[in-house]
């Protein structure tokens, strides 16, 4: 009788404990989900890269921190750099494209597009050693694009006008609450007629076209793969399994370890994407088309 007193006093002192540490033990538990490694594969140091580049290009700075440290990086030999992005700002897709130039002279970097490559994002891939697109990947739309709204009928319907104070003929220039006056047009006409030849100029330079036939593979044409690699815009039409060979066959690697995205990372990717999917459920936002 003693002896079964003793086994149940452990078994209630067990479960006492686990009841007292339940969220203790359960955040244990969760830390060594995500910083165990997998396998045998996990303690071995990674050799190659995918740094990911999606949606419309405004804020670039994690892309660049990633670019950086794959440089850096003396085990790495080499990057898949995917992209799935209509473009965005220029400054920031210049910058990108300047990373993966640097990038280039100390290891090969291939470009998959796996969706769309245009615009800003065709600019930031130029200099890669390959750019690989999916067979069903929408290529190209060399150009640049400043739009502005005239709001003035409205603002005179709801009995809205502003006042200015400016110095220098061109500070009003790009304003919503007029029509631009031809002087404006032609200033703006300036900066854009500006930045779309150092856009065609670079991707002649990057791609080794003929600047004077820019009209056929510039000029904000928009093609598909296959159209694209007939104008060489691209070097290949295949999916990531063949970008992935590629790149292994140019790092030289003979046992190729990729990289895999930092689990902690990941888990707030997942709770994010979760939290968003709630709120755009209950709260649907407001989309201009």
């Known amino acids: 009788m003693e002896f079964i007193k003793k086994i149940f006093s452990s078994i209630t002192a067990t479960l006492k404990f686990f009841s007292e540490n339940f969220k203790g033990l359960l955040f244990v538990l969760i830390l060594v989900l995500i910083f165990a490694p997998d396998g045998e594969k996990e303690l071995e140091k990674p050799n190659l890269q995918k740094i ?3 949606g419309p290009i405004m804020d670039v700075s994690e892309v660049l921190n990633k670019l950086q440290k794959a440089k850096k990086d003396k085990n790495i030999k080499g990057v898949l750099f995917e992209v799935n992005s209509p473009g965005g700002a220029v400054a920031p897709s210049i910058e990108i494209s300047n990373a993966i130039k640097e990038l280039k002279k ?7 597009a796996s969706g769309t490559i245009a615009s800003g994002s065709y600019y930031a891939s130029i200099w890669a050693n390959q750019i690989i697109a999916n067979p069903g990947s929408m290529v190209g739309s060399i150009g640049v694009i400043l739009e502005g709204a005239d ?9 809205i006008k502003t006042q200015t104070i400016q110095a220098g003929k061109y500070k009003k220039v790009g304003t919503p609450d007029r ?15 500006d930045t779309y030849d150092m856009f065609c100029e670079d991707v002649a330079k990057a791609r080794k076209l003929e600047l004077k036939k820019r009209d056929s593979w510039a000029n904000a044409h928009i093609f598909t ?14 999916t990531i399994s063949v970008a992935k ?4 066959k140019l790092s030289g690697v003979k046992k190729p370890i990729w990289a895999k995205e930092d689990k902690f990372e990941k888990l707030l990717k997942k709770l994010t994407a979760s939290a968003s999917v709630v709120l755009y459920t209950y709260f649907p936002p407001i989309t201009l088309k």
């Open 225 to 238: 793969s296959r159209q694209a690699k007939k104008v060489k815009l691209i070097d290949e039409v295949a």
């Open 52 to 54: 990911v580049l999606s």
């Open 106 to 112: 100390q290891k090969p970097v291939i470009v998959y």
């Open 179 to 193: 029509a631009w006056k031809p002087y404006e047009i032609a200033e703006l006409n300036k900066v854009i007629q």
């Open 245 to 248: 060979k590629e790149l292994e």
């Open 151 to 159: 709001v003035s009928g409205l603002m005179s319907k709801i009995g």
